[in-house]
């Protein structure tokens, strides 16, 4: 072989070596940092050590947590980190049963100012049961956290995931840019305080899809800031529905626009597709939203809109939402509503809802037609309409 032929040879065979080399993934697995499987053994140490060193790697990360549970107490998980990290889950994360043990800092698991992280499979037990109790009964109470939260992050997958029993919300997307939440499950009983399922704030270019949220207060929570919003395939209920808002609690709060819901199911939750606004001065906004092929089975309020929104008349009695309601579209939503009134349009009389939009709507109620009420709202009608419209 011909010197020429040797160093064309020796060429292609160290590229090839350094595209395998770039290619392979760091894996580190928890087990290796000291994590325990019993459930008792206090693994926040042994994750952060696994995350450290993923965070670090200069390759493609995947950490894993293999079959088991593992007990993590409040913890922080930050960025930015050198490379994309895939978490792998097929155990079960278990939060302290003290509820006491998570202080005051509003989370449990928490992802900071992180890049291209996919959270694949697993479970949170955050075994809340004693913190509602608490709550209920009127003592004094730590906060409460949310179960896992993405905070300042861009690029996220989460699939597979299955939250049960929170403190609060179970999935926060806040502040965070691309991000994919798909077939995840949320479990809390319908009267837990405040375990909404997934609640987004502050975020572009969010999807979920194909997820199961079964809570005590919201299925999906869409706060203020909120745009390009596509949600599909959810099943909903017991809960509070989709519910964008609450929002107008301040002068100067950021709108919520581009929101799509299709495809989805409610049963015997207390609200279908909620809109809700605090009766206060705001320059907030919602704009550009569609309800489409949505099935409500024995639902209290398919169909509703509150711009009155003032609990225990605490801040705003006798003053109007300042929050202007423009641009939503009900299209193709049948079933059963658990109440006479299956379509409430309640808009503010200083900024009333406009260019509100129905299309084929079939809600009955005790296999009658049910009814609707309208008050400060203009839009129009089309196509096959129970209730009659009150637009």
Request: include cysteine; aromatic fraction near 8%; hydrophobic fraction near 35%.
């Amino acid at each position: 072989m011909s010197a020429r032929s040797s160093n064309i040879t020796f060429f292609v065979i160290m590229s090839m070596a350094f595209m395998l080399m770039s290619s392979t993934k760091a894996v580190f697995n928890v087990l290796n940092y000291g994590a325990k499987t019993d459930g008792a053994t206090d693994s926040t140490s042994p994750f952060l050590k696994a995350w450290a060193a993923a965070c670090g790697s200069t390759a493609a990360a995947t950490i894993y947590v293999p079959k088991g549970r593992f007990l993590l107490k409040a913890v922080v998980f930050r960025g930015p980190c050198k490379s994309s990290i895939t978490v792998k889950v097929d155990g079960t994360l278990v939060a302290p049963l003290d509820y006491w043990a998570l202080g005051n800092s509003g989370y449990w698991i928490l992802f900071i100012q992180v890049n291209n992280v996919t959270l694949l499979g697993g479970s949170l037990d955050a075994r809340a049961a004693k913190f509602w109790a608490c709550r209920n009964s009127g003592q004094s109470c730590p906060p409460g956290a949310r179960s896992i939260t993405f905070n300042w992050a861009n690029d996220i997958t989460i699939s597979g995931l299955t939250s049960i029993n929170s403190q609060l919300s179970h999935i926060v997307i806040n502040s965070c840019n691309n991000v994919l939440v798909k077939n995840v499950k949320t479990y809390a009983p319908d009267q837990s305080p405040n375990t909404d399922g997934i609640h987004i704030q502050g975020s572009t270019g969010v999807t979920i899809s194909g997820s199961t949220l079964q809570t005590g207060d919201d299925c999906i929570s869409i706060g203020p800031g909120t745009k390009n919003l596509f949600m599909t395939n959810i099943k909903c209920g017991p809960g509070h529905g989709v519910s964008i808002g609450s929002l107008g609690w301040t002068m100067t709060e950021v709108g919520v626009q581009n929101l799509t819901l299709t495809n989805s199911v409610f049963i015997g939750s207390d609200n279908g597709v909620r809109i809700k606004t605090w009766a206060r001065p705001s320059n907030s906004f919602v704009k550009n939203v569609l309800f489409a092929n949505l099935i409500m089975s024995n639902v209290k309020n398919p169909i509703i809109i509150d711009q009155d929104y003032c609990p225990n008349n605490a801040g705003c009695p006798n003053q109007s939402s300042g929050v202007k309601i423009s641009g939503v579209t009900y299209k193709n939503i049948q079933g059963t509503s658990a109440t006479q009134n299956a379509v409430i349009f309640e808009c503010s009389k200083s900024k009333p809802c406009s260019g509100i939009r129905l299309q084929d709507i079939k809600l009955t109620y005790m296999n009658k037609a049910s009814s609707s009420s309208c008050t400060n709202v203009g839009g129009s009608s089309s196509g096959v309409l129970i209730p009659r419209s009150c637009l």
